[in-house]
Structure formats: C-alpha cells, structure tokens
C-alpha cells in the first residue's frame, strides 16, 4: 500500500503532457510532475517516489528527497510565519507547516528548531510539532549495552549532550567523555552505555571494552598511514593536543598505543609514535 510521507515504488499508469498518473492504489492515482520524470519512462515501469500534498492539498509524487519523512526528527529552518503557524524548510517545493498549538515556543523566521514530522489524523495532511516529548520515550527501551544506535544530536547542557536514539529515545553525551565538536542537527553512530534504573540512558562514542581500543587502535594506524608512518605525539604529550589531533582522552589514547605496541604494529619513541 502506498504511504503518504514515504518513499514508495508506484507502477505508471498512464503517461500525459503534464506528467505521469502513478499506481497509488488506496490512494487513488497519483501525479508526478514532468519536471521529475525522464522522457523513456513508460506505461507499467516502476518508479521511486516521495509523496505528498502540494499547495492545493492533492497528492503529489516527487523524485526530490526531502531532509525527513514521517516519523523522523529533524532540524528545520523556519522560512515564514502566518495566521495558521510556522513553515520550515524540508527540502520540498511546499514547506512544511509546524502549526501553532504544536510550538514548543513562538518560532520565528530564519531560526533552526528541531521537530518531529508526522499525519495529522484530522487533517490528513503531514504537519510538524516541536513538543518532542510527545513522541519519545513512549516505549520501554530495550537496549543491550554495546549495542549501536544513531545518535541525534539535539541541545548542549551543563551536562553534555543531548541526542535522540533511533527517532525512539531521549538519550545523554557526557561533556566529560566528548573530544570533538558536535553540531546541531548531526547524526552520528553512537554506543549504548547504560541504561539505568529510572529508563534514563547513557551513551558513548565508542564500543566499551576491547571493541573500543580495537576501533581507537585502528584510528590511529589511519592516522600514521596519512602521516607517512609518523605522528609526533607520546604518551607524554598534553591531553589537548592528543584531544585535538585523536578526539579521545589521554588515558584512551595511552592503552590504545600500548595495545599497538604489544602487537608489534608501532614503536613508541620520545617525540612520537612511528609504523613498523
């Protein structure tokens, strides 16, 4: 069944001067424009669309990918404010209306805010809200430790960071455990720590254990082959600076060039580490 706010492949149905009618099937036909078709597309070919309403709420289809789709979170530019709400900017031709009663706070034009996009089930139109907390931590999270998630990273706190895991959780960075920058906005592969005992849940960087040696080892043979096989940075080196060239803590970077060491992979001289 195709899905609207989603990527679906839709069978051509018939081909006109403006376009082409897509297979929707509950949906009913659906018009591609002719600006998103090639012209040897045929009757009975298939083709992966994006759909949506436009301006006069009919269903579209569109080749163009949009920054997110239903269910997804994501950091949107307000582009204009009306009587009815904020619109945001979601990479699509018709912007994407965050009405006033889901504003966390009263958006205005030109600011980034993070929202959650879904089907009003009124409406039945794809609407936007900024009350993210509607829509996460709602189901229990059954997460193993070590496990891999995507990390969206949300706000910066005296704490760390804020990020939502898997468009399902709320999740924490610990300032004390970052070593990079981090945007706004940026999706990163990130680890389950722990989670704890009142459902809160604690993430890292790295795989915990050996796995995140093996994975910080490996950085650092990148790093040497780049280099020419040397990196003038020891184990005496000021945290900053292994911080700036590594992204990782001295301590890390101290059993990771040690595992490298025992391995026979490197050797640690005075002023840096070198390839064997």
């Given at each position: 069944?195709?899905?609207?706010?989603?990527?679906n492949?839709?069978?051509?149905?018939?081909?006109?001067?403006?376009?082409?009618?897509?297979?929707?099937?509950?949906?009913?036909d659906?018009?591609?424009?002719?600006?998103?078709?090639?012209?040897?597309?045929?009757?009975?070919?298939?083709?992966?669309?994006?759909?949506?309403?436009?301006?006069?709420?009919?269903?579209?289809?569109?080749?163009?990918?949009?920054?997110?789709?239903?269910?997804?979170?994501?950091?949107?530019k307000?582009?204009?404010?009306?009587?009815?709400?904020?619109?945001?900017?979601?990479?699509?031709?018709?912007?994407?209306?965050?009405?006033?009663?889901?504003?966390?706070?009263?958006?205005?034009?030109?600011?980034?805010?993070?929202?959650?996009?879904?089907?009003?089930?009124?409406?039945?139109?794809?609407?936007?809200?900024?009350?993210?907390?509607?829509?996460?931590?709602?189901?229990?999270?059954?997460?193993?430790?070590g496990?891999?998630?995507?990390?969206?990273?949300?706000n910066?706190?005296?704490?760390?960071?804020?990020?939502?895991?898997?468009?399902?959780?709320?999740?924490?960075?610990?300032?004390?455990?970052?070593?990079?920058?981090?945007?706004?906005?940026?999706?990163?592969?990130?680890?389950?720590?722990?989670?704890?005992?009142?459902?809160?849940?604690?993430?890292?960087?790295?795989?915990?254990?050996?796995?995140?040696?093996?994975?910080?080892?490996?950085?650092?043979?990148?790093?040497?082959?780049?280099?020419?096989?040397f990196?003038p940075?020891?184990?005496?080196?000021?945290?900053?600076?292994?911080?700036?060239?590594?992204?990782?803590?001295?301590?890390?970077?101290?059993?990771?060039?040690?595992?490298?060491?025992?391995?026979?992979?490197?050797?640690?001289d005075?002023?840096?580490?070198?390839?064997?």
């Amino acid at each position: 069944m195709a899905e609207i706010g989603k990527y679906n492949k839709l069978k051509v149905l018939r081909i006109v001067d403006h376009g082409a009618y897509l297979n929707g099937e509950e949906l009913g036909d659906i018009l591609i424009p002719k600006r998103y078709i090639s012209a040897n597309l045929q009757v009975d070919n298939e083709i992966d669309v994006f759909i949506y309403l436009d301006s006069e709420d009919r269903l579209i289809a569109t080749t163009e990918t949009p920054l997110a789709i239903i269910g997804d979170f994501a950091l949107l530019k307000v582009v204009s404010v009306n009587s009815v709400g904020a619109f945001v900017d979601w990479g699509l031709m018709k912007d994407l209306l965050v009405p006033f009663r889901e504003q966390k706070q009263t958006m205005e034009e030109g600011k980034y805010y993070f929202v959650y996009i879904y089907l009003d089930d009124e409406s039945k139109r794809i609407v936007a809200s900024a009350k993210l907390d509607k829509f996460l931590d709602n189901l229990p999270p059954e997460y193993e430790e070590g496990a891999e998630v995507d990390a969206l990273i949300c706000n910066q706190t005296d704490l760390g960071y804020n990020a939502i895991i898997n468009n399902l959780h709320w999740g924490m960075l610990y300032k004390n455990e970052v070593f990079q920058d981090l945007r706004r906005g940026e999706h990163i592969k990130a680890y389950i720590k722990k989670v704890r005992e009142d459902e809160k849940i604690d993430l890292s960087f790295y795989k915990i254990g050996y796995e995140k040696v093996d994975e910080i080892s490996q950085a650092i043979l990148d790093k040497l082959n780049q280099k020419k096989g040397f990196i003038p940075v020891s184990d005496k080196s000021p945290s900053e600076i292994i911080s700036k060239i590594f992204g990782i803590s001295k301590k890390t970077y101290k059993k990771a060039v040690g595992s490298l060491y025992k391995q026979k992979l490197i050797s640690i001289d005075e002023d840096g580490i070198r390839l064997l």
